[in-house]
């Protein structure tokens, strides 16, 4: 399981770089907070931030109900995948919002991969 851990360890410094290029916004740009709304460049980085919060609840969970039950180096893997598309995601969506689909996808399909493989294995354990 070490190997869960140090993806949910990058994933949580991921999170927080991309919140400190936030708080480097506001700086730059004078978004003062708790303004949610300021120039693009603002809103990009702080759209990014907070897709980066909603997607942290169905990934680590997955990431850790798929390293316990499945195995933990591919959920490692998984988790490399993730960490990448959020990365692509955020270089996209940076330069134009529209091309950021190839890094969402990268993002959601591991979730949604080990999220449908833990089901089915917790299911079939009941039958």
Do not use: C
């Not at 851990?5 to 730059?28: A, C, E, H, N, P």
């Not at 303004?35 to 759209?47: A, C, H, Y």
């Not at 959920?75 to 890094?103: C, E, H, M, N, W």
Request: glycine fraction near 8%; avoid cysteine.
């Amino acid at each position: 399981m070490e190997a869960v851990i140090i993806i949910t360890v990058l994933v949580l410094l991921q999170y927080t770089y991309f919140g400190i290029q936030v708080g480097g916004s506001r700086l730059k740009t004078g978004t003062n907070a708790p303004e949610q709304s300021g120039p693009p460049e603002f809103m990009r980085l702080n759209r990014v931030h907070l897709n980066t919060l909603e997607q942290l609840p169905v990934f680590l969970p997955a990431l850790w109900m798929y390293g316990y039950t499945v195995n933990p180096v591919w959920a490692a893997g998984f988790g490399i995948v993730y960490l990448i598309g959020r990365f692509i995601y955020s270089s996209a969506y940076q330069k134009d919002p529209a091309t950021r689909s190839v890094g969402f996808t990268m993002t959601i399909l591991p979730s949604a991969v080990m999220l449908l493989w833990v089901l089915i294995v917790a299911i079939l354990s009941l039958i």
